[in-house]
């Protein structure tokens, strides 16, 4: 087996993901994940094509361009959403998909169709998530308020993938919309609701973003990363944002914001909490809510999160496929 990995020199003085864990994490993904979770898998770390994950990413995209049928695992209805296209956007970002890609041009024509242009946002769900199981934070009613009515989750990452496709857009309309996110992000408080920065994140790293802008969007995930990154390895077991939620490799800009003591502690943390499935444990859970639905999606939503905890831990040099453990 051929794996993709980058080290450090100081790689042997850290704790590292070794032989043995690496194989149960790959085991997990080939007999228990998604397709498109094993796929990812085999781009990253096996020389694996962007054309296996295009056609595994491909059975999500729906008629009118848009992503859905449960690629937001915690959202199992079949209706496209905008949060569902973003992570259909974010696995066409990872493999490098050129902007002509015919999906990515597809999914660009949904988010021109579905961009509300009174309030300048992406609702984050539509009331079609109703038609089947989903975790309670996605219940249509009150998603407004939950999500403060999409300003920032999920208009910002997706505002990013306008810039990085904006061939297609209207140049009059990428301006306005661009002016009102970031005054937006501005003016809104630092301390954040969590989620919201993340998608600064996303859009700060959007190619053919303008300089200035991406300046006003990292300025602003400067000052809210202290605020909102949990560095007390107490509290991780908890739905939190942890220091390699935002730092997800060396070189990152919130480097200079979020301890760097801590972004180690945490890989540490990682490797130390794989399941002996090969897997990591989540901290969320909704089978309160329908078990039988639950059991899906925490499958789905494990596959997911081992290949990130994967790419995330390559990035920092603490996997080495080739030892024991």
Same mark, same amino acid.
């Given at each position: 087996m051929r794996v993709i990995l980058s080290y450090p020199t100081d790689t042997m003085a850290r704790m590292l993901l070794r032989g043995d864990a690496f194989t149960r994490a790959r085991t997990f993904l080939f007999e228990q994940a998604r397709p498109l979770d094993r796929e990812r898998f085999r781009f990253l770390f096996e020389g694996g094509s962007a054309a296996g994950v295009l056609r595994e990413l491909a059975a999500f995209q729906n008629d009118d361009g848009g992503f859905g049928h449960a690629l937001e695992p915690d959202l199992r209805c079949a209706a496209s959403s905008a949060i569902a296209t973003w992570h259909g956007f974010a696995v066409l970002r990872e493999i490098g998909a050129a902007a002509d890609e015919p999906m990515a041009r597809r999914a660009v024509d949904y988010l021109l169709a579905t961009l509300d242009r009174e309030r300048w946002?992406?609702?984050?769900?539509?009331?079609?998530? *109703? $038609?089947?199981?989903?975790?309670?934070?996605? =219940?249509? +009613?009150?998603? $407004? *308020?939950?999500?403060?009515?999409?300003?920032?989750?999920? =208009?910002?990452? @997706?505002?990013?993938?306008?810039?990085?496709?904006?061939?297609?857009?209207?140049?009059?309309? @990428?301006?306005?919309? =661009?002016?009102?996110?970031?005054?937006?992000? *501005?003016?809104? &408080? $630092? +301390? @954040?609701?969590?989620? $919201?920065?993340?998608?600064?994140?996303? %859009?700060?790293?959007?190619?053919? @973003?303008?300089?200035?802008?991406? +300046?006003?969007?990292?300025?602003? +995930? %400067?000052?809210?990363?202290? %605020? %909102?990154?949990?560095?007390? &390895?107490?509290?991780w077991t908890a739905y939190v944002l942890q220091p390699l939620d935002v730092v997800r490799a060396p070189g990152s800009f919130l480097a200079a914001v979020v301890d760097e003591a801590a972004v180690q502690a945490n890989l540490d943390y990682w490797i130390s909490r794989q399941s002996p499935t090969g897997s990591w444990p989540l901290t969320w859970d909704w089978s309160f809510v329908d078990e039988r639905a639950w059991a899906r999606a925490k499958l789905d939503n494990e596959g997911c999160v081992t290949v990130d905890r994967l790419h995330t831990l390559s990035a920092w040099g603490r996997v080495d496929a080739g030892l024991g453990d």
């Open positions: 946002v992406w609702p984050i769900v539509p009331a079609a998530v *109703e $038609d089947a199981p989903h975790a309670p934070w996605w =219940t249509h +009613a009150g998603i $407004d *308020e939950a999500f403060d009515g999409s300003r920032i989750n999920p =208009t910002a990452s @997706l505002l990013g993938v306008l810039h990085e496709h904006a061939e297609q857009v209207p140049a009059a309309l @990428l301006a306005e919309l =661009t002016e009102r996110v970031l005054a937006r992000v *501005e003016s809104a &408080p $630092d +301390a @954040l609701p969590m989620n $919201d920065l993340p998608c600064l994140l996303a %859009l700060a790293a959007a190619r053919h @973003l303008p300089e200035p802008a991406r +300046a006003r969007v990292e300025a602003k +995930a %400067l000052r809210a990363a202290p %605020l %909102l990154v949990a560095s007390d &390895p107490a509290d």
